[in-house]
């Protein structure tokens, strides 16, 4: 082989990766300086949640093959419990969320112990009635939860008493993308590991896994945890950045607009879920500024195009759009070779 045919080796291989990685964060960084509108950071914020959000059910849908349709349990769990910290034990937020994400792993450990010995409609069904009994309990248990009429009053202090949460929603936006991009971490890690692969086998055969001794059961309890902690961190991030936190955090609505999250930006695909959260925001709010009344077609019809004509979500088009350009290049390339 000639030295002009060689494959790229070392950090010269590893470049357009790590390019590639770096434009989300960028275009998080970008984003709070051009958000100097009023809103906008506050746009940007919620965005950042619902990436988390929809990451968090990417790990346990996309990964793990556990189907949900109430994962928005655990959003309201996290937003709760980080709630009810700021109130009754300690305004501080760093706090606040730590006991937010160990409330959201403990009631991901316990209902995945009692629900993922099944499968299928059996375990959506199940997702389902643990997240309606949720939802129950927050209308009814006005003491923890306000009921109706939301749970009130927090006050969150300066994050290591330095940075207030002002009207402005700058210290919101910068808190939301560290704890993004600190979960982003946990998450591409454990995808990833050994752990990760064996939950891809888990998803594709269980029963084959079962029979070369992987403790199928436990490893997706394990994950299911995870998942759940991460949600709740979501769901703890809206508390703080909002000091308000309404029943609409664990209704059947919320999880199913991270469903569509995830499908909008690709299943099993780690950026899908900034993708696919990303333009569902943007999207709702720009078609709700355009039309009050009936935004919700501009969401239904960008749904339908993605499913109906793009295999993969977002990230499947942009995998598409890449192929095609390296295919042209390659073209050329050939075309100018003598």
């Known amino acids: 082989m000639s030295e002009t045919a060689k494959p790229a080796t070392g950090l ?26 009023e809103g906008i950071l506050s746009l940007g914020t919620l965005v950042l949640i619902n990436i988390l959000f929809t990451l968090s059910l990417d790990l346990a849908l996309g990964y793990a093959g556990i189907v949900t349709l109430g994962h928005a349990a655990f959003f309201g769990v996290g937003a709760y419990a980080a709630g009810n910290f700021a109130i009754h034990i300690s305004s501080d937020p760093i706090l606040g969320h730590l006991a937010a994400i160990v409330a959201g792993a403990i009631a991901g450990v316990i209902s995945g112990a009692l629900i993922l010995h099944t499968t299928g409609v059996t375990l959506i069904m199940l997702t389902l009635a643990i997240s309606s009994m949720l939802f129950e309990f927050g209308n009814r248990a ?40 600190l979960w982003f971490l946990v998450a591409w890690r454990v995808v990833h590991s050994p752990f990760g692969r064996s939950l891809d086998g888990i998803r594709q055969n269980p029963r084959r896994m079962r029979a070369i001794g992987t403790p199928v059961w436990w490893r997706l309890v394990a994950v299911y945890a995870l998942s759940a902690a991460m949600a709740a961190s979501a769901g703890a991030l809206q508390a703080h950045s909002t000091q308000f936190v309404g029943l609409s955090s664990l209704s059947l609505l919320n999880s199913g607009i991270v469903a569509v999250m995830l499908v909008l930006g690709g299943a099993k695909r780690i950026y899908g879920a900034f993708l696919g959260a990303a333009v569902y925001i943007i999207v709702s709010d720009t078609a709700s500024k355009i039309d009050p009344y009936y935004w919700l077609f501009f969401i239904g019809a960008l749904l339908m195009l993605v499913v109906l004509f793009v295999e993969g979500g977002l990230m499947g088009l942009l995998d598409q759009i890449s192929a095609r350009m390296a295919g042209w290049r390659g073209q050329d390339k050939a075309k100018s070779e003598p």
Do not use: C, R
């Open 142 to 181: 006005k003491d923890v939860t306000g009921g109706d009429d939301g749970l009130q009053g927090m006050k969150i202090d300066p994050i290591f008493g330095q940075f207030d949460f002002n009207i402005f929603g700058q210290t919101a936006y910068i808190y939301s993308g560290i704890v993004l991009f």
């Open 12 to 37: 010269g291989a590893l470049k357009p990766s790590l390019a590639w990685h770096t434009v989300p964060w960028l275009l998080i960084i970008a984003f709070y300086f051009y958000g100097d509108e």
